[in-house]
């Protein structure tokens, strides 16, 4: 959903710690802001604070809530409370380094096609647009079924799937930087092709990059999550927010809750990924038409 | 307009292009990456019982024993002329068993396709008739946050209030894959809404994006200035040049649809292709896996060329310029 054309401003005049503020002076995204700080600190620290161990069977099922278990055990007994905030780890890591590899292939190529063109730039664009005339879904379970189902395997697949949209969005933002003044007068000036994508190009693509990355990262998490959801991505027994929506549907008539904790802690972080990305374009003048 | 028909006939050319590439992209995915479609379809364990000899024979039946290009020109032929072959374990004829969930799911997507545009115009035009106004940022803010909502766990809240809280429907209604048409209409109207939750806050910010830079460019002053009503200055003069980059969106917009209707018709069990998609990946039915791939795949482009067409007809600048990014 991230692959409309960037159609980003000339950078602005006004020094980055104003814009800074100005994103900031705004309720959404400082709201954004907050929810995904929120979300990097279960992240990273969630298995430190949890009281149990998540995928141990601790105590009887389905234990209304308690001192001991805070958010109650689930059907075969496992601590609620300790699977419901570690159960984004697993997503996020595969997603941050699956769009991490994505971004670093993506913005090369596109890079290229954007500021060689020509034949290159042609047969990067066809490909680009047949890798995406495939729905994410489909492409990630063809993907999954060739590269097995274990954890690791799914970078890949994430780098694999989106590593296309990227290039649309840095070509399209390297055409409209390179018809400006100053990479006119590098070209002036002599200077080696390599030497401007280096120097005059790729400097100006940093504020773009940031905004995919969190895009992208969010987007991912929210595919892994669905395809766990579907039984394709995670598996049993460890904790996935996807996967745990899941399971929760076979008590839904009874314990709704399994099914909304956990769908509430996936909303919550695309929500946040979603709004601060949204106050921080805004702030930069980057179009926010591809969010 | 004479100019119109080269240009098709390019994006044409173009479409086919794309499409060859796609069942490539497919045909490696699907039978290079694994080994081959008989070890990806018959589990390890049965594996064990065929002897070396067994599987040769599979091999060559199948023509796996065949140099990769020639696999993938047959593939490829097969594809393009809609003939899928049959499946690996049954044998029966990939055709009738995608057709009904074809249908059922095209149902699905046409539905929820002509109610998201219905509402995203609506509320485009009444969000940018003041900018920044109180209209628009409810709007907007509402369109963010549900643009934010994982389909799977809209589709989810849904079966809770709908069925569990408010008893309304069933949860699910379980209807078979060659159920009377309008069966399957009944069963979609949750799936649709579910679908549009997602989608039509997408295609909002699209439009409102358009909608305002054509209500500030000069045309639209000019008619205000000439007296011509605000509503009929939206309606007439922008929204015509608003749906445009929406309409550029289309290739992805239907391949965001596809993927969020595999996820929704799971949740509801509606009979559609995202269900035999999921049965397939189960069973490892290569054949059926590149059907529908490679049909997904000609829904985005097709839609995407018509959307091409009608851009060409809204804007009279495209029409001159061929330049294709």
């Known amino acids: 959903m991230v692959d409309v054309l960037n159609v980003a401003s000339e950078t602005t005049a006004t020094p980055r710690s104003s814009t800074l503020k100005r994103a900031l002076s705004q309720p959404a995204t400082v709201f954004g802001v907050i929810l995904v700080a929120a979300h990097l600190f279960l992240a990273l620290f969630s298995p430190l604070i949890a009281p149990h161990d998540s995928s141990a069977l601790v105590g009887a099922p389905l234990l209304r809530p308690s001192w001991e278990f805070l958010m109650g055990t689930d059907q ?45 730039d042609e047969i990067i664009m066809r490909f680009v647009d047949a890798m995406m005339s495939i729905p994410e879904i489909i492409l990630i379970a063809i993907l999954t079924l060739a590269l097995g189902k274990d954890i690791w395997a799914l970078i890949p697949v994430v780098a694999a799937v989106y590593c296309w949209g990227v290039v649309r969005v840095m070509r399209a933002k390297t055409i409209s930087l390179s018809t400006l003044d100053f990479v006119r007068a590098a070209e002036l000036r002599g200077e080696t092709r390599l ?23 969010s987007s991912a998490v929210l595919r892994i999550s669905a395809l766990s959801f579907l039984g394709l991505g995670i598996s049993q027994p460890t904790p996935d927010w996807g996967l745990m929506v899941q399971e929760a549907m076979g008590v839904v008539f009874t314990d709704p809750w399994f099914l909304l904790l956990p769908a509430v802690m996936l909303s919550t972080l695309i929500i946040g990924v979603n709004f601060m990305v949204d106050g921080f374009a805004r702030a930069f003048g980057i179009a926010s038409t591809e969010l | 307009m004479t100019r119109m028909i080269p240009m098709i006939g390019r994006r044409l050319a173009l479409s086919f292009v794309i499409l060859s590439l796609t069942a490539l992209i497919v045909f490696l995915g699907t039978e290079v990456l694994p080994g081959d479609a008989i070890t990806a379809t018959i589990p390890a364990e049965e594996l064990a019982f065929y002897t070396p000899q067994q599987i040769a024979e599979m091999r060559h039946e199948y023509g796996l024993d065949r140099p990769v290009y020639l696999r993938f020109l047959e593939v490829w032929q097969r594809l393009f002329s809609l003939d899928f072959g049959t499946t690996i374990v049954k044998r029966e004829p990939v055709y009738d068993r995608i057709l009904h969930p074809m249908i059922n799911s095209a149902i699905l997507a046409g539905v929820a396709l002509a109610v998201m545009l219905a509402a995203v115009i609506v509320l485009g035009v009444l969000a940018s008739l003041r900018p920044g106004g109180r209209l628009d940022n409810a709007i907007s803010g509402t369109t963010l946050f549900t643009y934010s909502m994982p389909d799977f766990v809209v589709s989810n809240i849904f079966v809770i209030v709908f069925a569990v809280w408010l008893g309304l429907s069933p949860a699910v209604i379980f209807a078979s894959t060659d159920a009377p ?19 039509a806050a997408y295609q909002f910010r699209l439009l409102r994006t358009g909608m305002i830079e054509a209500l500030n460019s000069d045309y639209a002053e000019r008619a205000q200035l000439a007296g011509v009503p605000a509503w009929r200055i939206c309606i007439g003069h922008a929204l015509p040049s608003a749906l445009i980059p929406m309409l550029n969106g289309t290739a992805a917009f239907v391949a965001a649809l596809l993927s969020g209707s595999v996820v929704v018709e799971s949740v509801f069990k509606f009979p559609g292709i995202g269900s035999e998609l999921l049965r ?44 294709h990014g």
């Open chain 1, 76 to 120: 075969i007994g496992r601590d609620y409370f300790s699977r419901i905030i570690e159960g984004g780890r697993i997503a996020l890591l595969v997603s941050f380094c699956g769009v991490a590899i994505a971004l670093a292939v993506g913005t090369i190529l596109g890079v290229l096609a954007g500021y060689v063109g020509g034949r290159f």
């Open chain 1, 195 to 217: 030497a401007i994508i280096l120097r005059e190009i790729l400097p100006n693509l940093t504020g773009l990059l940031g905004v995919e990355l969190a895009v992208r990262v």
């Open chain 2, 181 to 199: 048409k309008l069966t399957i209409l009944a069963a979609a109207i949750l799936p649709v809404v579910a679908l549009c939750v997602h989608g």
């Open chain 2, 280 to 323: 397939a990946l189960a069973q490892r039915e290569i054949p059926i896996i590149q059907a529908i791939a490679f049909l997904a795949a000609l829904a985005v482009i097709v839609a995407n060329l018509i959307a091409d067409i009608a851009v060409l007809a809204l804007d009279p600048r495209v029409r001159t310029s061929s330049r």
